[in-house]
């Protein structure tokens, strides 16, 4: 016996960084707080497949789909000899634990692609935003959610597959996926490392996470979330701006942004402006038709943020709600709001958005950009 290269250093990197991306995208699946790193090992994990499916066919010996090309029968075959303690020992992968490999690699497939479609969906992110409504979007979600879940179920049976394997022929086949090695008959063919494929893996790595966290976040973090949250927030594409907007509508309150109510309510709110919630807004004519026209280009009906298409969505089509805090979607989002909250004399009002939402402003209403104040905010230093 001597000790001979099994698993290309590519074949171990896949490993362990799929099996950490799995347990990230476990850890961050229920905060929305999390979502940029949760949608990143994702995209991470999608990566991988790709590649380990072309290094299936290019790939160090026993790393080559030919290598454990087993049947299922083989594989539940294996298993039972496994179970009476007589199964033989594999140098490559076993066919139990090939048809495991299967399962896991469509098992990604399934989980990312009903993932895009949920982000696309539910938050109006991603490559896939605005291609389908919430309806749609939650039955992919309930696809990846079980997906995962079921994912769960094979990584633990993989991992109990090893470890009785590992005690069957009393090799340590955990620390062999580290190392590589594994005693073999002399003669045994010996896998190659491919360190420089191993390196071009990792940059690309590298090269992702960095083009992800800064260039594809970077400018739509509102000033100030990373400063109060020690997190990463997802954070989608600025929405159209207006200066004449935010003058006219921004003294009084934050200047609500239009996506925030349909096109009908902005012209409801316009049309009688001298009585706008016990104040005369006197706007000339053509101030009016200017900022209607704005209003009405950028209403909930036009906007793709999870906001805008929710508030959008739960407004029937005959209510011409006159407050956003009227809307069924905002009722529903804030009914965990406690009255003791809403009389905090930093909040007051439901209309005072900022208090709560640091990303207010830019009318993106992320989840990760939300909480209650407990205490007054600091004065600003002007
Ligand atoms: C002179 C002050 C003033 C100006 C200027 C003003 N508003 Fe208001 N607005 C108010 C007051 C007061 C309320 C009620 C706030 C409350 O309930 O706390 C209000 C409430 C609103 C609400 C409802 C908020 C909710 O509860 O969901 C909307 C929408 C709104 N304003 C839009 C506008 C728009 C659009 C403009 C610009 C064309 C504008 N406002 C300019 C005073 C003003
Ligand atoms: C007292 C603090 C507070 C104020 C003021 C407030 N919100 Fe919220 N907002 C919350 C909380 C809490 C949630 C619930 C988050 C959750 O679902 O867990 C929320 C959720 C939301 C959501 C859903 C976010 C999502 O993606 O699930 C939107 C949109 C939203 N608020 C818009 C507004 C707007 C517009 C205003 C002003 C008219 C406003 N909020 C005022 C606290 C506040």
């Known amino acids: ?54 290094w299936g066919f290019v ?31 594999h140098i490559g992968h076993n066919p139990a634990g090939s048809q495991a490999i299967y399962l896991l690699l469509a098992l990604v497939l399934v989980i990312a692609i009903s993932g895009i479609l949920t982000l696309g969906g539910e938050e109006q992110h991603g490559v896939v935003a605005g291609w389908l409504d919430i309806k749609a979007a939650s039955l992919f979600k309930d696809i990846h959610e079980a997906g995962a879940t079921f994912m769960l179920f094979v990584v633990g049976g993989h991992i109990a597959a090893v470890l009785l394997e590992s005690l069957l022929h009393k090799e340590n086949l955990a620390r062999s996926m580290l190392t590589g090695t594994k005693l073999a008959p002399s003669g045994t063919t010996a896998s190659r490392p491919y360190p420089v494929m191993a390196v071009t893996l990792l940059l690309a790595l590298a090269g992702f996470a960095l083009w992800w966290f800064s260039y594809a976040l970077q400018g739509t973090v509102p000033a100030g979330i990373d400063a109060q949250r020690p997190t990463v927030a997802f954070v989608g594409a600025p929405l159209a701006k207006n200066a004449l907007w935010n003058d006219e509508c921004g003294s009084c309150h934050l200047s609500f942004h239009p996506s925030l109510l349909p096109a ?23 101030t009016t038709a200017t900022l209607l026209g704005y209003a009405r280009n950028n209403a909930a009906d036009k906007q793709r943020t999870e906001a805008a298409f929710k508030i959008g969505a739960s407004v029937p089509a005959s209510a011409v709600p006159l407050r956003i ?7 529903k989002k804030h009914r965990g709001v406690t009255a003791a909250e809403w009389a ?39």
């Not at 790939?59 to 039972?80: D, E, M, Q």
């Not at 805090?325 to 009722?331: D, I, N």
């Open 344 to 382: 905090l004399p930093w909040i007051k009002s439901r209309a005072n958005c900022e208090a709560c939402h640091l990303d207010a402003q830019a009318a993106t209403f992320e989840d990760g950009a939300m909480r209650i104040p407990r205490s007054a905010p600091a004065a600003k230093t002007l």
């Open 264 to 286: 009908r309510s902005w012209q409801a709110l316009l049309s009688r402006q001298e009585q706008h919630f016990g104040a005369d807004l006197g706007l000339d004519s053509a």
């Open 1 to 54: 016996m001597q000790r001979i290269l099994v698993w290309d250093l590519p074949t171990r990197l896949f490993h362990w960084i799929l099996a950490l991306s799995f347990a990230a995208a476990w850890l961050t699946s229920e905060s929305d707080v999390w979502l940029s790193l949760h949608v990143f090992v994702g995209y991470v994990m999608l990566g991988l497949l790709g590649f380990r499916l072309i």
């Open 325 to 331: 805090s009227e809307t069924p979607y905002w009722v």
């Open 59 to 89: 790939g160090g010996h026993y790393a080559r789909l030919a290598a454990f090309h087993f049947s299922p029968k083989a594989g539940l075959a294996y298993l039972r000899e496994s179970l009476a303690g007589r199964a033989v020992r």
